[in-house]
């Protein structure tokens, strides 16, 4: 069977998606014996991949995302390399995708949160990007083969949303990637991007949905005994981090958040081990992975509630719902008493265990097998 797979967000390029595509090819290398592989790229990720299996070869595919040519170009392309089996790790398949396929949703979070706030674009661009979203994403759910996504919580999303079968779903779990061991020199890393004093940690994006403003309203409301302790946002720079910037210096809080920009992963293994905390305000997640990253460091979690969040942290986190700050506080609190803390901290060291990109591999390359109707 030759399989392709759409690896045009492959690596950092991509973010978390981007990390998705490269563990799941990393691990099937891993794994494949029998079967043929093609890794779609684009040019400016096309060096950062270099198969490690005679059975994975690379096709250049320079079309950008969302774009006139991923939707008439890409089909030519997938048929002249005689692909059997496509899989698309996001929703943006090809209306007139030419081979059957299989294809990942992460989230559903622009379906729940059709908002203007989530975007630069004027009301007109903006409102046929959305409908563009809706077509494509019902198309290639409709049309798939197979669906896989990442937690039960979205699996159920999807069913709801659009009424399919669950037995065309099957949820692979993401795993945690791993940070440079701890080093002797970790709270010096730390200094060394500008943070000193007791902090809490928030690692991810600052779209709206991430709900960051409500670190506005817990700041304003820690009690006197939390008056040295900041907040660091490790976020690379955007239009929504520079919006959220803003939102700190208009409260007269710029003294008490740090963005220390982008840092490598032994300054990000030191920022989570030496924090007080991980907090994770989220509204909705269709995984989420820096609350487990922070997990694998020996960092307490206080996590919101909602969505997936309690499916994927398990008992080894603090929850609050998301929009009452007495929450978050009240969490925060409980962190106060050190047995509890070092609980919560073992309890993390167990959980995470149960996170393989071995078996998201595994389980992938299962569905390969089992939708294609061309395999031997």
Known sequence: MRIGIDARFYGSLGKGLGRYTERLITYLEQIVSADEFVVFLRQENWEHYTPANPRFTKQLADYRWYGFAEQHQMPRLIRRAGIDLMHYPHFNVPILAPTPFIVTIH?????HFPTRRATTLGPLTYWMKQLAYRVTLSRAVSRAAHILTVSNFTKQDIQQYFGYDPKKITVTYEAVDSLPAPATDDAALVRGVGIAG???LYVGNAYPHKNLEQFIAFLNALPPKFANLSLVVVCKSDYFLERFRAQVLEAGLGSRVIFPGYVNDATLGALYRQAH?????SLYEGFGLPPLEAMAQGTPVISSNAACMQEVLGNAAIYFNPKDVRGMLAALERLEDGAF?????????????RYSWRALAEQTNAVYHRVSPNHT
């Not at 989230?107 to 379906?111: E, G, H, N, R, V």
């Not at 905390?277 to 305000?281: C, D, L, N, R, T």
Request: aromatic fraction near 16%; glycine fraction near 0%; charge should be positive.
């Open 277 to 281: 905390a991980y907090v994770f305000p």
């Open 341 to 353: 803390r070092q609980a919560k901290i073992l309890a993390s060291k167990q959980w995470i265990q």
């Open 107 to 111: 989230d559903l979070i622009l379906t």
């Open 198 to 200: 007791q902090y809490v």
